[in-house]
């Protein structure tokens, strides 16, 4: 079995080795990718879409059904992790947390070993206990506000400076996620519960397909969100940009709510019961 | 002027990360190497933003000014996150029951520098 393997790898390895010579230099202007779609998309890509950034143009507006399916993929990334990870039965092993007083470190005692219920070093704690410092939590409070305004930042200005809906989303998942290592997991878990976390997903999926069946609803094609223009009151140009915070909007939406169920089932080993 | 006043704190900065890395290296246990990482790492990159701060500046036109307290915004979240961060990591060690590192232990299996 393992010499079939390298077989295997060594035939695909040479195949692609033995394909590289016909790939074109690097940087070279007649290559296939830069002679097609490229010019015209530096050329024209303002004019089209009144967005200066290119990258987003050519992501949310020329390529949108593209990135309609990457965002299907987060999203079908987040429900297999549910399927996979999430852990509905009761826990196998019952064990029980102490805390000893003096050092504050924590025990974990499994079934069947010695309890020290009857001193008063010992502390007993739920499974959802976690060591309170002030130090991380003022930490925390104060910095988390700033990261989420600047994760709205980040998705609303994709237009003009490097960004969008997956980096804007990533940063607000990880100020979520922060807040669960700050604080613990049940009050994150108080602010976005896990179906809601779901929820979202599933709608910032739906903003996205639902802005291009408008688009087709109004008399234009799948996406093309010149369709818009008379809805939002704006001429065709414009429109195309307005469509594209709109589907960047249901992007974040999307990335945020998984990003944070995959660290939810992650921490928790898929039981949401141990604050980290 | 501003040439030299940046490159001042660009080698100040520059300093102190070396000096981190040495400490990093050279400390004996996990307590003693996070000291380096928190505090000289901190101050350099403080010195070294400061510096870009400044010459972004120089150039006077309002855009400039912008990025420069834009950079400005970077120091003031990595001197709150950082030393926080530290303390994080000691605190998890501690709370693990890892016991520093004493004179006495020297040999022993506790000398994490052998």
């Not at chain 1, 910095?143 to 804007?168: C, D, R």
């Not at chain 2, 010459?55 to 709150?80: N, P």
Request: hydrophobic content about 50%; glycine content about 12%.
């Amino acid at each position: 079995m393992r010499r079939l393997g390298l077989i295997t790898a060594v035939l695909f390895g040479g195949l692609l080795a033995y394909a590289t010579p016909d790939f074109p230099d690097w940087g070279d202007p007649r290559s296939p990718a830069s002679t097609h779609v490229s010019p015209y998309y530096i050329q024209n890509s303002l004019a089209d879409t009144a967005v200066p950034n290119i990258v987003t143009a050519v992501l949310a507006d020329y390529r949108g059904y593209d990135t309609m399916f990457e965002t299907t993929v987060i999203f079908a990334a987040g429900l297999a992790c549910l399927f996979l990870l999430r852990n509905f039965g009761p826990r196998a092993v019952e064990s029980r947390l102490y805390r000893h007083r003096p050092t504050g470190i924590t025990l974990r005692i499994e079934q069947g070993g010695d309890l020290p219920e009857n001193s008063a070093e010992f502390e007993r704690i739920d499974s959802q206990w976690v060591p309170y410092d002030l130090i991380i939590r003022c930490a925390g409070r104060l910095v988390l506000p700033f990261i989420q305004l600047f994760a709205l930042y980040v998705v609303a200005h994709g237009h003009h400076s490097p960004g969008g809906g997956f980096q804007g989303g990533v940063i607000f998942g990880a100020a979520l996620i922060f807040y669960a290592l700050s604080h613990d997991l049940r009050s994150t878990l108080g602010h976005l519960p896990e179906a809601r976390s779901l929820i979202v997903a599933a709608v910032g999926v739906l903003i996205y397909v639902g802005t291009g069946v408008l688009c087709l609803l109004l008399g234009g094609a799948f996406l093309d969100y010149a369709a818009l223009a008379g809805l939002l009151g704006v001429d065709p140009v414009m429109a195309r940009s307005h469509g594209i915070l709109m589907v960047e909007i249901g992007v974040a939406l999307a990335v945020t709510t998984v990003m944070v169920s995959l660290y939810y089932y992650l921490a928790t080993a898929g039981r949401l019961d141990e604050g980290l | 002027m501003m040439a030299v006043l940046t490159t001042l704190l660009l080698t100040g900065g520059l300093i102190f990360f070396l000096g981190g890395a040495v400490g990093i290296l050279r400390f004996p246990d996990f307590y003693a190497r996070l000291h380096p990482a928190g505090k000289l790492d901190t101050m350099g990159l403080l010195l070294t933003l400061g510096a870009m701060a400044l010459y972004t500046a120089a150039g006077g036109r309002l855009g400039d000014w912008l990025t420069a307290i834009k950079i400005l915004l970077i120091v003031a979240l990595v001197f709150i996150t950082s030393p926080t961060a530290t303390h994080a990591i000691v605190d998890a060690g501690v709370r693990a029951g890892l016991s520093p590192w004493m004179r006495e232990d020297e040999g022993t299996e506790h000398d994490l520098a052998a």
